[in-house]
């Protein structure tokens, strides 16, 4: 059972508005376990999203050399 305040904190940023990601980037620089995160994630939404998952942009813009 994953860790209720990891909960609290992922319902809190949903309600917010923020991305599965943010959350997720919040919650580990706060210091918590990456594995507890995915565990809250998989009972709150069904969310299987890896650290590392991270959308690729659709174009990236030519920087001046």
């Not at 995160?37 to 069904?46: N, R």
């Amino acid at each position: 059972m994953a860790r209720e305040d990891i909960k609290a904190c992922i319902k809190n940023g949903l309600e917010r508005g923020e991305s599965v990601i943010s959350i997720k980037l919040s919650l580990t620089n706060a210091g918590y376990p990456r594995q507890d995160i995915d565990s809250a994630m998989s009972e709150l939404k069904g969310i299987d999203v890896k650290h590392g998952d991270v959308p690729r942009p659709k174009f990236l813009p030519k920087l001046p050399r």
